[in-house]
């Protein structure tokens, strides 16, 4: 198993371990989806996978439904996906994905993170280069499936990994890979548990326990803001 699984394995995913937060992430998902492509999940795939890991999260229907419904009036402003850079104390580079309706609070508040814990907000492309931007999925698993034939039956789609774990198939490609995986995957009507996408550091750095627990200070405040979606570090 390859480096991106062990990444997934070894990650803390606390913004997901709050189910409210989840669901704010995801009802930002939706709204985004909806004003690029449309209601009809039919018609937008980007859609159709957000709607996929709704359910993995077990979201209701009925918050989805109503998320769609608000998403398609044009008076709901839209989200705008903003990446900040930065280190944090002890030279550990930060990655942050943001969905933000006013760029303004965002810059204001993340920088207001960094000054507070001693770390340091960076330009763009500061760091976003020792990151590997991937794309995965999940999908049900199939009686009788060979995955290494399957494996390289999807190569030409940009599949680099796969195999097979207790909840399912994971796959795992390059992020511009995303929409021809999907295509693949639906065209062979295999079920789509899940998807989203990664930022796998390229190389990490072991800290001692004192080092940590300053870089998660900074990282527990990056992760309580309400526009943060994803944070990524070198952290080993």
Same mark, same amino acid.
């Given at each position: =198993?390859?480096?991106?699984?062990?990444?997934? @394995?070894?990650?803390?995913? /606390?913004?997901?371990?709050? =189910?409210?937060?989840?669901?704010?992430?995801?009802?930002?998902?939706? #709204? =985004?989806?909806?004003?690029?492509?449309?209601?009809?999940?039919?018609?937008?795939?980007?859609?159709?996978?957000? !709607?996929?890991?709704?359910?993995?999260?077990?979201?209701? +229907?009925?918050? *989805?439904?109503?998320?769609?419904? +608000?998403?398609?009036? +044009?008076? %709901?402003?839209?989200? @705008?996906?903003? &990446?900040?850079?930065?280190?944090?104390?002890?030279? !550990?580079? #930060? $990655? !942050?994905?943001?969905?933000?309706?006013?760029?303004?609070? %965002? *810059?204001?508040?993340?920088?207001?993170?960094?000054? @507070?814990?001693?770390?340091?907000?960076? %330009?763009?492309?500061?760091?976003?280069?020792?990151?590997?931007?991937?794309?995965?999925?999940?999908?049900?698993?199939?009686?009788? $499936?060979? $995955?290494?034939?399957?494996? &390289?039956?999807?190569?030409?789609?940009?599949?680099?990994?796969?195999?097979?774990?207790?909840?399912?198939? &994971?796959?795992?490609?390059?992020?511009?890979?995303?929409?021809?995986?999907? +295509?693949?995957?639906?065209?062979?009507? =295999?079920?789509?548990?899940?998807?989203?996408?990664?930022?796998?550091?390229?190389? %990490? /750095?072991?800290?001692?326990?004192?080092?940590?627990?300053?870089?998660? @200070? $900074?990282?527990?405040?990056?992760?309580?803001?309400?526009?943060?979606?994803? #944070?990524?570090?070198?952290?080993?």
């Amino acid at each position: =198993m390859g480096r991106a699984f062990e990444f997934r @394995k070894a990650r803390k995913m /606390k913004r997901w371990s709050a =189910m409210a937060k989840t669901f704010t992430r995801i009802g930002k998902d939706i #709204v =985004m989806a909806v004003k690029e492509g449309g209601p009809n999940p039919e018609t937008n795939a980007r859609l159709r996978a957000v !709607i996929q890991n709704a359910k993995a999260a077990n979201m209701p +229907k009925d918050n *989805v439904e109503r998320a769609i419904k +608000k998403a398609s009036d +044009k008076d %709901t402003a839209n989200y @705008k996906e903003v &990446l900040f850079e930065g280190y944090a104390p002890h030279g !550990i580079a #930060v $990655l !942050i994905e943001t969905a933000t309706d006013n760029n303004n609070r %965002t *810059v204001a508040n993340i920088r207001s993170y960094f000054n @507070k814990c001693n770390g340091t907000l960076g %330009t763009q492309g500061s760091v976003e280069f020792m990151f590997d931007h991937t794309c995965n999925f999940r999908i049900a698993k199939v009686e009788g $499936l060979d $995955l290494e034939e399957f494996e &390289l039956e999807l190569i030409d789609a940009g599949v680099d990994e796969i195999f097979e774990d207790e909840d399912g198939i &994971l796959i795992y490609a390059p992020f511009n890979s995303f929409g021809s995986i999907q +295509k693949e995957l639906e065209e062979r009507n =295999m079920e789509i548990l899940s998807s989203g996408f990664d930022r796998i550091p390229q190389v %990490t /750095k072991e800290l001692t326990e004192e080092q940590i627990a300053d870089v998660e @200070k $900074l990282l527990d405040k990056i992760e309580e803001d309400d526009d943060v979606q994803n #944070v990524y570090t070198t952290m080993g």
